[in-house]
């Protein structure tokens, strides 16, 4: 389902824009930094899903853009059997940010939807848009272009936030195989959660409203179907002629309320506010692959752009950040055969491939699975934290809390000095500074990680012992 929460500059202590969330899905992730690449004429992707996806298709190849922009990403290998690798967005160098968030369709429009059905995934949609859009409207329009063009696949219907440091934009991409999409847009004085992402009334009276995009047919399709009366009903509300009926669910409501209480005091909302907001074990638990919260600005290089990064739900790591000068990432944090789909039946040696049948062999290369996996280590330190979370989570999150405080303060400086290298000329030494700070920050966060699983375990062992069996335990959740 995945998580969203977009705060406008007006509302934050700093004056810039926030666009935070989490990935929910169950395989494995791995946090990916691409750079900027050209692509020969005739270059092609595929796109779509497969006819062994939960709602079925057929995959298509279609040209790929002469360019794509530096972005830095967390990618998964599965969710509902779309091919991978799989990614619900990220940041690019022009200061574009992309969550992925589902967002149901109504049921008859699931039913409708084509067992043939082609053209750009949910995440083949992501992607796109952080590799190509220099603002959010780009994005925007670059998704209805490709949903005209190509159709949509769908696992059931879906929404993208699209943000930059001006404005941010809530797409919703609709089943039924009949090209239908709409997008609001959000601004300065906005606060928007997404799970799933929702827009209510649309002044479909108003065609060149500025806040609101969608596609030709959107308003024609609903009155064709008797979803949509022009004369008996008062207004258009897409979440209720397309959607679930149910608009803003109680996740939703309950942290939108909260952020708005938030904006209100006279400090207004700090990106510790937005880290609360996406680490909170009201709304987080098993089911956050990853954290994400960016801030959305201009910096003086494109290079100081960043990330806030956790391996996987906040409760369980401190968000760390990881700038776009910088050149790697930890092979810690890159992807590994934990929760990674179809690694169960593989070996990391050649005894039972041959040149004509490798796919016995894994796709993680051998050097990178001889290292730690942060993902699987912070997963052990949650699973420690939720057995007894009403004594070992507010102690964890204190943690976190300052090592975030350490590191708000401490990047400022890197970020400086980063600054007076590129204003200099010298990119090298500049991505070389980022690249040793965010990487060793990642790692330190990693040693406390489990640092803090030896404890909590031998703890846990003393006091209570291992449980052999039983439910899941975890912190009161909305959703």
């Known amino acids: 389902m995945s998580y969203g929460i977009y705060i406008g500059k007006n509302h934050t202590s700093d004056g810039i824009a926030y666009l935070g969330g989490y990935g929910d899905e169950p395989s494995s992730h791995w946090l990916e930094i691409l750079p900027r690449q050209s692509h020969d004429d005739g270059t092609k992707i595929r796109i779509g899903v497969t006819a062994a996806a939960d709602m079925p298709g057929i995959m298509t190849k279609i040209p790929q853009a002469p360019e794509t922009f530096r972005t830095i990403r967390t990618s998964y290998s599965y969710y509902k059997g779309v091919p991978a690798p799989l990614t619900n967005g990220g940041l690019n160098e022009y200061g574009v940010a992309v969550r992925d968030i589902w967002s149901t369709s109504r049921r008859e429009l699931i039913d409708m939807t084509s067992k043939e059905q082609t053209g750009p995934n ?133 942290i939108e309320e909260e952020m708005k209480s938030r904006a209100a005091r006279p400090e207004k909302i700090s990106i510790e506010d937005v880290m609360w907001a996406v680490r909170t074990s009201r709304l987080t638990g098993d089911t956050a692959g990853y954290g994400q919260v960016v801030p959305l600005h201009h910096p003086a290089h494109d290079e100081l752009r960043l990330l806030w990064h956790t391996p996987i739900g906040a409760i369980a790591a401190p968000f760390v950040p990881v700038f776009m000068g910088n050149f790697s990432v930890p092979e810690e944090f890159r992807q590994h055969r934990y929760l990674t789909t179809g690694e169960s039946s593989k070996f990391e040696d050649t005894r039972h491939s041959s040149t004509n049948d ?122």
């Open 122 to 254: 949910y995440s083949d949609l992501a992607r796109m848009v952080i590799e190509q859009a220099k603002t959010a409207r780009e994005g925007v329009e670059l998704i209805g272009r490709m949903i005209a063009k190509y159709g949509y696949s769908t696992y059931g219907g879906n929404s993208h936030l699209i943000a930059d440091p001006d404005e941010a934009w809530v797409v919703i991409e609709s089943a039924g195989s009949q090209g239908l999409w709409a997008a609001e847009r959000l601004g300065a004085d906005s606060i928007r959660a997404s799970r799933p992402g929702y827009i209510g009334v649309i002044p479909v009276d108003q065609p060149d409203h500025p806040d609101f995009l969608y596609a030709p047919n959107l308003l024609s399709f609903a009155i064709e179907q008797g979803w949509y009366d022009p004369v008996k009903d008062d207004s258009f509300n897409h979440n209720q002629v397309y959607g679930d009926s149910k608009f803003r669910w109680a996740g939703v409501a309950w």
């Open 358 to 479: 490798t796919s016995s062999l894994s796709d993680v290369p051998q050097s990178i699975e001889s290292t730690r996996s942060a993902v699987a280590s912070c997963k052990r330190l949650l699973y420690l934290i939720s057995q007894h979370h009403e004594a070992f989570l507010p102690e964890v999150t204190e943690i976190w809390e300052a090592v975030e405080q350490r590191l708000l303060s401490e990047h400022q400086g890197i970020r400086r000095s980063a600054e007076i290298l590129l204003d200099q000329g010298e990119s090298s030494l500049a991505t070389d500074l980022l690249t040793y700070y965010s990487n060793n920050e990642l790692l330190k966060g990693l040693d406390l990680v489990e640092a803090l699983a030896a404890s909590l375990e031998a703890r846990t062992r003393a006091l209570h012992g291992i449980r052999a069996s039983g439910e899941p335990l975890s912190a009161e959740q909305i959703w």
